[in-house]
């Protein structure tokens, strides 16, 4: 389900004196993998690697806020994973804000709609140069979809947050549904008991304990 880089202003937005940075550092890798209470090397795999993080830089701004419909993009002055604010008709936004949730330093407790495809932390901070790499309050956190045809996030299609409607394996790993077999499962709900599973699961996924995240059983069925 990180370390912080930065944005500037929302573009084309009035300037303001008060000159900061907003950092952006995807949270989320793209690939949710759920652990099962097995106690096994496998799971513990799993659980350290159900995100991936990345830092970024970029130049200065006023602190502005995000809003639903905002788009945004890699930051060419801080490759590989610098991201930053664009208007959507700009050739270089790669993504738009379906959702905008407080930050929290619990990333399992970020949980953003069906159809995310990325997540990003916003943090301020202050300074230039170097200084800008080094950390930041979290203000925000955006539930990015692409602008693109590719929506991993999309149910069923194998990457983003676990929701309603993805496949997983018998280890409780995100699939593709496309790629399921006989031994995968149907994610048909994610609840905090088994006893709140519906009646069509066949396989209610116990999950090792994860401070922040709103469910702690994986109700599994037939593909």
Known sequence: MTQPGSTPNRPRRGAGC????????????????ASKIFGDE??????????????????????????????????????PDGYRAFDCDEADATFKALKIEDASFLPNAIQCPAGTDLIIQVSRVFGS???????????????????????????????????EGD??????KEIACASAGA???KVLG??????????????????????????????????
Not at 54 to 79: L, M, R, V, Y
Not at 167 to 172: G, P
Request: charged share 20%; net charge negative; glycine share 18%.
């Open 167 to 172: 496949c997983i394996s018998a280890t409780a």
């Open 42 to 79: 496998s799971s513990k795999s799993k659980r350290s690697s159900s995100s991936s993080s990345s830092s970024s830089s970029s130049s200065d701004g006023q602190g502005g806020s995000w809003e639903i419909g905002d788009c945004g993009g890699p930051d060419p002055e801080n490759k």
């Open 129 to 163: 140069g170097d200084d800008k790499k080094g950390g930041g309050i979290p203000t925000n956190t955006v539930c990015g979809r692409n602008l693109t045809g590719d929506h991993p996030g999309d149910a069923g299609a194998g990457g983003g947050q676990l929701v």
């Open 190 to 223: 994610l609840v905090k008991e088994k006893t709140e599973c519906p009646a069509a699961t066949t396989e209610p996924m116990q999950l090792m304990m994860a401070m922040g995240r709103p469910y702690d059983v994986i109700c599994g069925g037939k593909v």
């Open 183 to 185: 031994n995968d499962f």
């Open 18 to 33: 008060l000159q900061s940075l907003l950092v952006l550092a995807v949270i989320l890798g793209l690939g949710y993998g």
